[in-house]
């Protein structure tokens, strides 16, 4: 365990190594597992005939450009949702930087397009690396809120 832990706020800008800086993420001490905002998640086989899950990341309000994805290691797995659903999903490992740490992460890939924040960390990824302060944001939600102006506020998981 590192000497001290960094404090970290509710909501964060976090990067996808090798993929997207600066995205809006929602910090979330109750989720165990963390979450993307993931489309046109289908399995295939590559060139060499591996089995590969190939899905395109992004592509929601607060982050629009997609970026295509293909993982050869990944999980399907149920997953419970806030609202009690079970869902199957697929769980990938990415690098992510939180603040001055950069380490591997497991995300299950979702449809988040209802969410303001494309992206959600839960227990699983902060355990031992940060303590959160949940006075603290480096995300202005009420902008994030303006790029969803399709939805109403209730219809909005904030």
Do not use: C
Not at 29 to 49: C, L, P
């Amino acid at each position: 365990m590192p000497k001290y832990q960094i404090i970290i706020g509710r909501s964060e800008n976090i990067d996808f190594t090798g993929v997207s800086l600066g995205v809006p993420a929602k910090i979330d001490t109750g989720a165990f597992r963390s979450s993307v905002h993931a489309s046109s998640i289908k399995e295939t086989k590559n060139k060499d005939g591996e089995t590969v899950l190939k899905f395109n990341m992004f592509g929601h309000p607060s982050a629009p450009v997609k970026r295509p994805m293909e993982v050869s290691r990944y999980d399907k797995l149920a997953v419970r949702s806030s609202n009690g659903e079970v869902e199957d999903r697929y769980e990938v490992t990415l690098k992510i930087k939180i603040g001055p740490r950069v380490f591997n992460t497991s995300f299950t890939l979702a449809d988040r397009s209802s969410n303001v924040f494309p992206v959600l960390i839960g227990r699983e990824a902060l355990k031992g690396r940060f303590m959160v302060d949940p006075s603290r944001t480096s995300v202005k939600r009420l902008e994030l809120i303006k790029d969803h102006d399709h939805l109403s506020a209730e219809d909005m998981e904030i």
